[in-house]
């Protein structure tokens, strides 16, 4: 059996890209998923996908950025579904504009539906978790908050997601709950769409900033999150687990070039 069968999980964003590949793996490992989404096409696509392969999932249309609404969802939820071991903050809305030209709707939308949206989630789990004096919240963070690499709303947005972790960590570790931040580097799914417009070699062209020499995948990111839910992390709180081929850990470029290596 796996470590994951039977745990009780709600994951945002779960129509499509990371989120659609950890609720998929969760089912097939024997979890019971929540899945939250703002596309009730995606939402229905994944949900009778997990069905028809014989998983437990049930799906939840909700826009984040609606507070009564997130509410009524986690309510619901928890008549569904019953207690929740595992929230999973993984919903995001990525703008890709430069500083001057990022109107403030748009600044406010990054951070309504990244931050907040996270947030009202973390709000509506936490009672129930310190009651239970056990929790696990899983937020899905990105090396954009770790260093400049464009998107720069959704970079600060994001930034404070991180930040977030390390209140719940510290401020609610006495009561059994952990939360983790994972941190991807560039993972290929359909929220590169945009740039793959303008330039289908998007991926090839990042390669040369990979030690591992190839982006990621919804997989790679999958992998860890599914350890974090597992009970194999139980003393893993308030951290930031890098998934990113090595990115993170230097400039290959500069290093390939010191070295006097071909890219
Ligand atoms: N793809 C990457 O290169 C990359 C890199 C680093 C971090 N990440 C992080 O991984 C996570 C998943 O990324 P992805 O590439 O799968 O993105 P994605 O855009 O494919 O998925 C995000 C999902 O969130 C949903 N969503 C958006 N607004 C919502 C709202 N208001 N309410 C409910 N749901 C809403 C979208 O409909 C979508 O299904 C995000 O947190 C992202 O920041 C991705």
């Known amino acids: 059996m796996s470590d994951i069968a039977g745990k009780k999980i709600v994951i ?5 890209g990371i989120g659609r590949e950890m609720a998929l793996r969760a089912c097939a490992d024997g979890a ?9 096409n995606t939402l229905s696509k994944t949900l009778s996908d997990i069905h028809e392969k014989g998983g437990k999932a049930y799906g ?11 509410k009524a969802t986690f309510k619901k939820i928890a008549q569904d579904v019953g207690e929740i071991d595992v929230l999973v903050n993984n919903a995001m809305v990525h703008e890709a504009e430069a500083l001057h030209e990022t109107s403030l709707e748009s600044w ?34 990105t090396v954009n908050a770790k260093g400049m690499f464009g998107s720069d709303a ?12 390390r209140s719940v960590a510290v401020r609610y570790g006495e009561y059994g709950v952990r939360c983790n931040t994972v ?11 945009e740039r793959a417009k303008s330039n289908p070699q998007v ?14 995948t919804p997989k790679d990111i999958t992998e860890m999150v599914l350890f974090l839910v597992s009970d ?28 006097g290596r071909k890219p």
């Open 108 to 141: 406010n939308n990054s951070l309504k539906i990244t931050l907040t949206g996270a947030f009202l989630c973390i709000k509506e789990v936490l009672p129930m978790f310190m009651n239970r004096k056990r929790g696990n919240i899983i937020n899905i963070g």
């Open 232 to 259: 194999r992390s139980e003393w893993i709180s308030g951290a930031e687990l890098v998934v990113d081929g090595g990115l993170l850990a230097g400039y290959t470029p500069m290093f390939n070039t010191i070295e």
């Open 12 to 16: 945002t964003g779960a129509g499509r």
């Open 60 to 70: 939840y249309q909700l826009d984040l950025g609606d507070e009564q609404a997130v």
């Open 203 to 216: 991926f090839d062209d990042l390669k040369p900033w990979y030690p591992m020499g190839r982006v990621g």
């Open 154 to 165: 959704y970079s600060v947005a994001k930034a404070g997601v991180h930040q977030l972790t």
């Open 32 to 40: 019971i998923v929540a899945l939250i989404e703002i596309d009730p």
């Open 183 to 193: 941190v991807p580097g560039t993972i290929a799914t359909e929220a590169w769409i």
